[in-house]
């Protein structure tokens, strides 16, 4: 088991102690490759303004690896995304949450004032990205937001500042974009930068302008409309069933689930369901498991291949066979 400790947050340190204790040599004063006795992959830590920094892991290990931050000021809030191929765990505050990006839990929030402590999946493909904001720049959200928040979602008892939630549509493209650029491109920088503001946006628009009365949704209404998404996951190979039969599985009337859906995932059940089956589009075209793009359409249930470009271009601004990688292409 090897165990990475870092201190308090600035980029220098958590670079030098990454070099130190694995051995490897920090590149540009931002990244490190790891050494192929523990996996492959690189940490790149940098600062993108004054007030927000973003830590990118994108590794996969050999063998069993922790990551432990250890208790600092509470000047910095982490906002942890976790864009994993499997499952990993991660520890804060002495509680331990199951982690993936596929399922409820995502996305996690807390300041540096908790002790946190990350485990891959060893063998699988991790990709975590923080953003590290300054209570400087986030005086938009409260605390008081934060709190209720914590309530909400862990329902420990504890007011402390700590919550996990899922990652929102919208969200998880710009993820799924930033996870597909190669760190070693020299405009990867430009472009994280961009994807960070838009993803931090996206986080204070959330959960700073959300109505009250989500914070009176019980938790088996909870549990019921999180199942129909579960299902609408799980059925992305076949059309959408509609609002009536996603209401009657969850027990409510149409106008109380397609409320309660939205104030829980921001959209629509039916744009939540396109939104998933464009994320899933855009890895079958990169998958490289397909001879052609007619292929993909029809394994997701577009009738014809122009509905199905119309819908990747109205969606990504490309058409597919800008993303496509045929298995021809394949050396």
């Not at 007030?51 to 910095?76: E, M, N, Q, R, T």
């Not at 838009?198 to 019980?218: A, C, G, P, V």
């Amino acid at each position: 088991m090897i165990e990475i400790n870092l201190t308090s947050f600035s980029i220098s340190k958590w670079l030098q102690d990454l070099s130190d204790q694995l051995g490897a040599e920090i590149i540009d004063n931002k990244f490190i490759v790891i050494p192929e006795s523990v996996g492959t992959g690189v940490f790149f830590i940098t600062e993108v303004a004054p007030g927000l920094s973003v830590v990118i892991w994108d590794i996969v290990l050999k063998k069993a690896f922790d990551i432990k931050v250890l208790k600092a000021d509470s000047s910095l809030f982490v906002v942890h995304y976790d864009f994993s191929d499997e499952l990993n765990l991660i520890k804060v505050d002495d509680t331990k949450y199951k982690f993936d990006y596929k399922t409820d839990l995502g996305m996690g929030v807390f300041n540096t004032a908790v002790e946190s402590l990350y485990h891959p999946t060893v063998g699988e493909r991790m990709y975590a990205m923080r953003l590290l904001v300054s209570k400087k720049l986030l005086n938009a959200l409260t605390i008081n937001h934060v709190i209720k928040m914590t309530e909400n979602k862990i329902k420990s008892g504890k007011k402390t500042l700590c919550f996990f939630d899922h990652i929102d549509s919208k969200s998880r493209i710009l993820l799924q974009e930033i996870k597909s650029r190669s760190i070693l491109d020299p405009a990867f920088e430009i472009y994280l930068r961009g994807i960070s503001f838009r993803l931090l946006s996206k986080f204070i628009d959330r959960y700073y302008n959300l109505e009250t009365s989500i914070y009176l949704i019980s938790e088996k209404e909870t549990d019921l409309v999180t199942s129909t998404k579960d299902y609408l996951m799980e059925n992305l190979l076949n059309n959408f069933v509609g609002v009536h039969v996603l209401a009657d599985m969850a027990g409510m009337s149409v106008t109380k689930y397609k409320s309660l859906f939205k104030k829980m995932f921001m959209t629509t059940p039916n744009g939540f369901f396109i939104q998933e089956r464009m994320i899933l589009a855009k890895k079958l075209l990169k998958s490289k498991n397909f001879y052609s793009i007619s292929e993909i359409a029809a394994e997701l249930k577009f009738h014809k291949m122009s509905m199905f470009n119309v819908a990747y271009l109205k969606y990504y601004g490309v058409k597919p066979s800008i993303d496509f990688i045929a298995i021809e292409d394949v050396e």
